[in-house]
């Protein structure tokens, strides 16, 4: 397949595009390299003919019509804003990438005759779900977040273009990913390095909140099975089957790193804090054949020796080093 995937120096899409150089797809990088835009997570592929970069903002179209070849695979649409926390503190960003690019990425696609459009979404468009509530693909939609109002209105621009123009999109709602190279904004990336260099660990409220938690190479295997063989028009849901507090999670965390509890430090409350995601992932499971196959304990132990082995990443992204990368790498070309 040739495949234009936006946001791929992220956490997920970097994932995406190692997993779809290895199947022998090609691959057109479309990224802005904002913040949370790292380079480092490609350099296993950046070498390989079947991968180029180009650096743009999905919000101008100029740009990605021209990035984009006519007549291409797929677009794998991950680019946003994605911390719920930034867009507390400012919601314009978020408005603005999530939304108006996602409206551009779909007329570049129709303009360009791109053959399917998988969107990533997230289960915070769902909202808080009530204790024995599961969050389907028929559920109602009631973001709680800026950042979840903004993914909203992202999905609800894709169903329009399918039903205005015909357009062969697909959906996927993904709950909460960890694994290798994310960045050490979000709790676990957060929690794992404070754990290693003996820093307090923030923990929100109660910490009573529960999120269900996926590997990102399950979490990517199911994004290639959706792209392959998910039905036009519809929506999949992609969830570990993890649902835990915050605070067990961080209890077996601190366990397996070997580090006191005392680490853990009540911080004041996120704003408007969704208690609990319960996605279902019954559709996905039944009609494509996808379960996860990494166990929470083991993949966070594998996620803790990754960042073990990587501390000068993490460092790099404290730093902001890892923005030099693309300087050093890619000047002259
Ligand atoms: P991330 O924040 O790690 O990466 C986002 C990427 O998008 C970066 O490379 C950034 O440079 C790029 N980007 C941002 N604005 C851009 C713009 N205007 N033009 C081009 N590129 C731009 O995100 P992530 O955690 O990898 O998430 C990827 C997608 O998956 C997002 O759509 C997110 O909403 C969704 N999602 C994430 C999670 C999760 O747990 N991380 C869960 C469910 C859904
Ligand atoms: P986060 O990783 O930001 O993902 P999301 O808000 O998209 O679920 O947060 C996961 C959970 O952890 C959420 O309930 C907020 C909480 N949290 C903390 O308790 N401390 C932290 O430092 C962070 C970043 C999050």
Redesign the pocket.
Known sequence: MRLFV?????????EFIRQSIAAGDSVIN?????????LENLASVQADPGYSLVV????NSAEVAEAMPEGIDAIV???????VDRSILSAE?FV???VL?TQVMLDVARHRKAAKFLH?????VGGDMEPEEWFTEESPLEPSSP?AAS?TAAEHFVRAATRTFGLDTTVT??????GPF??PE?LLPLAISNALEDRPIPVYGDGQQIRDW?H?AD?CKALRLVLAKGKSGETYHIGGGNPMTNLDVLHMLLRIVGKPESLLTTVKDRLGHDRRYAVHFGKISRELGWSPETTFEAGLTATINWYRDNAEWVERCKSGDYRKYYETMYSGR
């Open positions: 936006t946001g791929g120096a992220g956490f997920i899409g970097s479309f990224d802005k390299l904002t913040y949370a835009g790292n743009g903002d999905i919000c649409h991950f680019a946003a804003e994605s911390h960003e603005r990438t999530n690019g990533i979404s997230t289960d915070e950042y993914k709602r993904t709950s909460n990913n960890y994310q960045f979000k996926v990102v979490n």
